[in-house]
């Protein structure tokens, strides 16, 4: 080692450079990496939670008053759009449909009036006035008929007495507030459906962070190494007093229906793009409180203050190189000892 240091001496300035021949370079084992100047996305990482989106959460209330008389579903079960739910007897469909049955056999009868007058009209056995009274009675027992249908269609899916709940949208049960036997009415919520194919994430971002975000932004939210990409659709525009931070949110597309309401994640939003230059982070030295590197030149290396800019792995975003330059990415005890002694 002594030796090396000997040989060494003769090759090194102390100014802002090192400088040393390549067959000293190749025995201090500096290797060289070279810059390249890249698209760089600027990214906005947060701490987030994941919630249930408000426009795929449904409600289910009865149309009518009556008993659950059959359940199809339980908490926690996953269902289709238009899938069966509950049977609901009620005594309203029942009356109802008493009237439409009251209701067939007097349009039935007005029916067989109708045809038999309207015969003995034509053979001008009676005057007109009698088979046009027995039109309007048609007429009029054929629209209360189909006024007593169209009432018991616009309750839904009726099964004799009862009517038949169905889920309006797919997804899960996440309340069933209903059992056999239950008395239930309009104002009396039955089930509650989440659908988790979107979902909402709240972020909170430092109020200067917040200053880079804007709606339609686009970003991801992560977990496990699972990922869920999606779009920024609010940005608020108070902050919370108790974190002092921003909230932010992102509609996200739960292709896998990974993620659930209430997990913690990490949320990543793109804010823009800029050119720059990723190094190795070995390469970065720290002398005399500054971060430099390395910078081969002809005849040895030049001491180069630099600023990081971020950092992912074992990579640095850095400012002050060119691209196409070479900088040291080992042996650098020597150069970092000469650079400390400046």
């Given at each position: 080692?002594?030796?090396?240091?000997?040989?060494?001496?003769?090759?090194?300035?102390?100014?802002?450079?090192?400088?040393?021949?390549?067959?000293?370079?190749?025995?201090?084992?500096?290797?060289?990496?070279?810059?390249?100047?890249?698209?760089?996305?600027?990214?906005?990482r947060?701490?987030?939670?994941?919630?249930?989106?408000?426009?795929?959460?449904?409600?289910?209330?009865?149309?009518?008053?009556?008993?659950?008389?059959?359940?199809?579903?339980?908490?926690?079960?996953?269902?289709?759009?238009?899938?069966?739910?509950?049977?609901?007897?009620?005594?309203?469909?029942?009356?109802?449909?008493?009237q439409?049955?009251?209701?067939?056999?007097?349009?039935?009868?007005?029916?067989?009036?109708?045809?038999?007058?309207?015969?003995?009209?034509?053979?001008?056995?009676?005057?007109?006035?009698?088979?046009?009274?027995a039109?309007i009675?048609?007429?009029?027992?054929?629209?209360?008929?189909?006024?007593?249908?169209?009432s018991?269609?616009?309750?839904?899916?009726?099964?004799?007495?009862?009517?038949?709940?169905?889920?309006?949208?797919?997804?899960?049960?996440?309340?069933?507030?209903?059992?056999?036997?239950?008395?239930?009415?309009?104002?009396?919520?039955?089930?509650?459906?989440?659908?988790?194919?979107?979902?909402?994430?709240?972020?909170?971002?430092?109020?200067?962070?917040?200053?880079?975000?804007?709606?339609?932004?686009?970003g991801?939210?992560?977990?496990?190494?699972?990922?869920?990409?999606?779009?920024?659709?609010?940005?608020?525009?108070?902050?919370?007093?108790?974190?002092?931070?921003?909230?932010?949110?992102?509609?996200?597309?739960?292709?896998?229906?990974?993620?659930?309401p209430?997990?913690?994640?990490?949320?990543?939003?793109?804010?823009?793009?800029?050119?720059?230059?990723?190094?190795?982070?070995?390469?970065?030295?720290?002398?005399?409180?500054?971060?430099?590197?390395?910078?081969?030149?002809?005849?040895?290396?030049?001491?180069?203050?630099?600023r990081?800019?971020?950092?992912?792995?074992?990579?640095?975003?850095?400012?002050?190189?060119?691209?196409?330059?070479?900088?040291?990415?080992?042996?650098?005890?020597?150069?970092?000892?000469?650079?400390?002694?400046?």
């Amino acid at each position: 080692m002594k030796a090396l240091w000997l040989l060494i001496l003769p090759f090194l300035v102390f100014s802002q450079t090192v400088k040393l021949n390549k067959e000293v370079e190749q025995k201090l084992g500096i290797k060289l990496y070279t810059v390249r100047a890249t698209q760089v996305k600027q990214q906005l990482r947060l701490p987030s939670v994941v919630g249930e989106y408000s426009n795929l959460v449904a409600q289910v209330f009865p149309p009518v008053s009556g008993i659950v008389k059959k359940l199809f579903v339980k908490e926690g079960d996953k269902v289709k759009k238009g899938s069966p739910l509950a049977l609901v007897y009620s005594p309203h469909i029942a009356d109802l449909q008493a009237q439409i049955r009251m209701s067939e056999v007097k349009l039935k009868t007005a029916k067989e009036t109708l045809s038999r007058e309207e015969m003995l009209y034509k053979e001008e056995v009676i005057p007109y006035a009698r088979y046009y009274s027995a039109k309007i009675e048609y007429e009029r027992a054929k629209g209360e008929y189909q006024a007593l249908l169209t009432s018991l269609r616009s309750f839904g899916d009726v099964v004799g007495d009862a009517l038949l709940i169905k889920s309006p949208i797919s997804g899960y049960v996440v309340e069933q507030k209903v059992f056999l036997g239950s008395g239930v009415d309009p104002s009396k919520e039955m089930f509650k459906i989440h659908s988790h194919e979107k979902l909402w994430v709240y972020a909170y971002a430092l109020p200067e962070d917040a200053l880079k975000v804007r709606k339609g932004m686009r970003g991801y939210t992560i977990w496990q190494n699972y990922k869920a990409e999606g779009t920024v659709d609010y940005v608020s525009h108070e902050v919370d007093q108790n974190t002092k931070r921003v909230l932010i949110r992102l509609l996200v597309n739960n292709v896998k229906d990974l993620f659930k309401p209430g997990l913690m994640t990490e949320t990543v939003i793109q804010t823009g793009s800029t050119w720059g230059v990723w190094i190795p982070l070995q390469a970065v030295q720290r002398v005399k409180d500054k971060d430099v590197v390395f910078v081969r030149i002809d005849g040895g290396f030049e001491i180069r203050t630099i600023r990081k800019l971020m950092q992912d792995g074992n990579n640095v975003l850095v400012e002050g190189l060119k691209d196409g330059e070479k900088i040291a990415t080992s042996g650098l005890i020597f150069l970092k000892s000469q650079a400390e002694n400046e």
